[in-house]
């Protein structure tokens, strides 16, 4: 995937952002910022984006971001339960309307048979709802964290438009 089609895709969220009037706050862990560096190569990103943190360690997970012990012993750092509470404690953190978070393994290790390399879970958290979505990448490590990056903007970009349609 090109460069220019993540950039695109991080110019159409943000023009949604400011149309909706919402600020955007990031719980990254296997992408290491990689949504916020291409969020913040668009000219007058401040407007919508917040900030976001990088939770690559389950102690920044819970101590910064709030996600629940029992989450992270239940359910592991890759799962929907955590990608939800990420994107909870985005927002907090941030002071944002809305919080987007990925969590998975990159790889080349870290894999399970229950969780593949690959397994990411995008999780979000708005007004308009919460949730997280499931993905399973076969990709190398870049690879892995681009395609990730990308389906935190789609998932972003799908909430804003479906609660566009709501509110139209």
């Not at 941030?94 to 593949?116: F, H, L, Q, R």
């Amino acid at each position: 995937m090109a460069t220019d089609e993540l950039h695109t895709l991080a110019e159409e969220v943000g023009a949604l952002l400011l149309e909706r009037g919402w600020r955007l706050g990031l719980g990254e862990s296997c992408t290491g910022g990689l949504v916020g560096h291409v969020l913040t190569n668009i000219p007058g990103s401040s407007a919508f984006f917040q900030g976001g943190v990088i939770a690559y360690a389950n102690d920044v997970k819970r101590d910064v971001l709030g996600v629940p012990e029992e989450a992270l012993l239940t359910h592991g750092a890759v799962s929907a339960p955590v990608a939800v509470a990420m994107a909870r404690g985005a927002r907090r953190v941030v002071d944002a309307e809305v919080g987007i978070s990925i969590t998975g393994i990159a790889g080349p290790t870290g894999g399970t048979p229950e969780k593949p390399v690959g397994t990411v879970y995008i999780g979000y958290s708005s007004p308009l709802g919460e949730g997280a979505e499931r993905y399973r990448w076969e990709e190398d490590r870049l690879g892995n964290k681009v395609l990730s990056a990308r389906a935190a903007l789609e998932v972003l970009r799908d909430l804003l438009m479906a609660g566009t349609a709501a509110a139209g």
